[in-house]
């Protein structure tokens, strides 16, 4: 017998910090940003500033909805641009993983933070916009390096934290006219989408063996 080891499946280069396919990840994230300044065109230009009832109203089952639109919805052209920026860069690195990956941690933060506000907000009141989600692509920027034990990306976690780490006092009560609610929600939503990618680029062991069994043909 000619023993020879079996290899584990093969580890996803969950250490990259650029999209694989850059111009893609920025014509992606460039269309979203588009379809932000489309909706709030429509707004403004078609339903007279009225969209905005359609964001998340907590505890209300109709309010669940606005968990679906808050992200796509903004209180006016101030607001969208605050968000624009760390929207494109934030969500550009976070496709890193590929488009596949990126859509599953956009879903979680989406998701997770919208909630997160239906339960925890002020009663009467109405929030709309994709802080939550910049928030959340910040958040997963910030740890996915730990998970991963990529110096790459740690690396590039200071970067952001230095040039944006000012922004996390957000998830704190404070201004009364800012959801700190979808901002603390959107980053812990980061934090799980980042534990949950390194998991799953974690290098899987074959079936019924260790890593490196000695198997082989017998002769």
Known sequence: MQPFPVPAAPRRPANRVIPPH????????????ASLYAVEL???????????RYGVQPR????LIGVLWAPL???????????????????????????GQWVAVTVTIWLISGLGVWLTASPGSITVGA?????????FL?????FNRSIKQIAVAAVLLFFWGGVLWGVLP???????????????AGVLAAWLAA?????????????????????
């Open 142 to 146: 910030l740890v996915r390096g730990l």
């Open 73 to 99: 919805l903004h209180g006016g052209w101030g607001h969208l641009a605050a968000n624009t920026v760390p929207v494109l860069v934030f969500g550009f690195l976070a496709m890193a993983g590929g488009i």
């Open 60 to 63: 209300t089952p109709s309010g």
């Open 174 to 188: 404070g201004n009364p006219m800012v959801s700190w609610q979808g901002h603390l929600f959107g980053a812990l």
């Open 131 to 139: 802080s939550g989600l910049a928030f959340g692509w910040l958040a």
């Open 22 to 33: 850059p111009l893609l990840a920025a014509m992606v994230m460039l269309v979203f940003i």
């Open 199 to 219: 998991r799953a680029s974690r290098p899987q062991l074959p079936s019924g063996g260790t890593s490196g069994p000695m198997l082989g043909p017998s002769r």
């Open 42 to 52: 429509a707004n403004v230009v078609g339903f007279h500033d009225t969209l905005e």
